[in-house]
Nanobody
Framework: VQLQASGGGLVAPGGSLRLSCVLS????????IGWFRQGPGKEREEVAY????????IYADSVKGRFTAYMDNADNTLYLQMNGLEPEDTAVYYC?????????????????WGKGTQVTVSS
């Protein structure tokens, strides 16, 4: 099982980026997947959750309405479309699976992590 994240970069405030997470050895039908991030000097936080069952997606309050997680089943790749980026979104972003339990907006159960991809929002 592998997850490979990419797509980070430097973007101006208000800009957009799309992160990718290529899945190997499993599909979204097998496990729910999460996006996480860790900003400089901050603890890791949950960003988004996606599953093939209900609820399909869950987002952190800080990214609701700006970020969208979706799956391209044809190439078994999870995407995180990030619009309206803010300096506070600067972080290393990770994808991880499986997400087996959600408690108080915290994700649990992750066994596999992709290598992080750096997102920097700055003018």
């Amino acid at each position: 099982v592998q997850l490979q994240a990419s797509g980070g970069g430097l973007v101006a405030p208000g800009g957009s980026l799309r992160l990718s997470c290529v899945l190997s050895g499993f599909t979204l039908n097998d496990y729910a997947i999460g996006w996480f991030r860790q900003g400089p000097g901050k603890e890791r936080e949950e960003v988004a959750y996606i599953s093939s069952s209900t609820p399909r997606t869950i987002y952190a309050d800080s990214v609701k309405g700006r970020f969208t997680a979706y799956m391209d089943n044809a190439d078994n790749t999870l995407y995180l479309q990030m619009n309206g980026l803010e300096p506070e979104d600067t972080a290393v972003y990770y994808c991880a699976a499986p997400i087996t339990v959600i408690v108080a907006d915290k994700f649990f159960g992750m066994k596999w992590w992709g290598k992080g991809t750096q997102v920097t929002v700055s003018s």
